[in-house]
């Protein structure tokens, strides 16, 4: 009966201020009805309740809470940042499990990026955009052979011509209209 | 721990399994399937100011070039194994000979060779972007210069 008194007394600050369930709370009440000791100790926690209440209404009632009012009800009426509010309406999303849907959803859209060009035949990305060619090797015979580059496309062009001579000699024109075989 | 339990879990295994399921037809559909050659023969010239308008697309890429004319003569396409040969009929009695190697990081090597009769002219190997060309301009005819605009694509 001893631990079971002590188990009460323990609660019974919690009985006192309504936070036990219902059964805990009714079996708590029968108990102190039933032993004088913690009748006793019931009785002291709530005469100690009441002196604290006491004691603490008489200092509320000399503070001035209406410029505390008068604040918290200005922060609520004040618009909040819109960083801030963004946040708040981010931040359920972002839970470890509510993001699970975000990983499926990123891998389909790359995927969709990474394919668009088999749709669209025009579409180019990353790296892929630059038409220029890579010549790796190139052998022309005994002909001269210039390779360069198309600046706005990056066109890579291979031009073939007899001798240097004849390139010099054009040089100065427009074109190289000369080359022959 | 059942691993399928977790939705987390299950998400990311049909993650990984979409990732390797789209590889897989993706390498499966490259091995297969041959190369689309297009070879495009322009003439180019200053004998006048016409410009092709089926030529309008590669205006910025003919630029460079610097003739005052250019007019389409020819366009043919023809799709090639990989490691097989495509052969086009260039005019002046050429022939262009093109091979297609490998496909790696978008790019296709092909191997390039021009011939004028049985005398090779020119041999190349160059890597080139799916679905992109590069021009191989200078053989003479006709009072100007030919101008092969070779592209490549596969699926």
Known sequence: ?????EAIKSSLGAWLDGELSHPEAEQIRVHVQECPACFG??????????????ALEARASRLAFEPFWDGVHRRILEKSPWRERLWDWVRPAIY??????????????????????QF??????????SNATTVDSIDGHGLNVAVFR?????????????????????SGESAPTDSSF | MNLLENPLRLTLLFSLWLLLLSGSIDAAEKGQQGVQLNIGTILASNESDDF??????????????????YRLIKEESQKAPWNGNAAFEIPGGRTLTVIPQEYRNNRLSLKVRLQEG????????????????????????????LILSISATTQ
């Not at chain 1, 959803?105 to 969709?112: K, P, S, Y």
Request: charged share 30%.
């Open chain 1, 41 to 54: 100790e019931k009785e002291q926690l709530e005469r100690l309740q009441a002196s604290l209440k006491g």
């Open chain 1, 96 to 117: 470890p499990q509510r993001l699970a849907w975000a990983i499926p959803v990123v891998i389909v859209f790359l995927l969709g990026i990474i394919s668009l060009e």
């Open chain 1, 1 to 5: 009966m001893k631990i079971d008194c």
């Open chain 1, 120 to 129: 669209f035949p025009g579409w180019r990305w990353g790296s892929s955009r």
């Open chain 2, 118 to 145: 049985e005398k090779p002219l020119l041999d190349t190997t160059v890597r080139i972007r799916n679905r992109g060309n590069f021009l191989l301009g200078g053989p003479p005819h006709e009072g100007g210069v």
């Open chain 2, 52 to 69: 092709d308008a089926k030529l309008s697309k590669m205006n910025n890429q003919l630029e460079v070039i610097k003739y005052s004319s």
């Open chain 1, 150 to 170: 198309e600046s706005k496309t990056k066109t890579t062009v291979i031009w073939l011509f007899e001798n240097q001579e004849d390139e010099d000699e054009s």
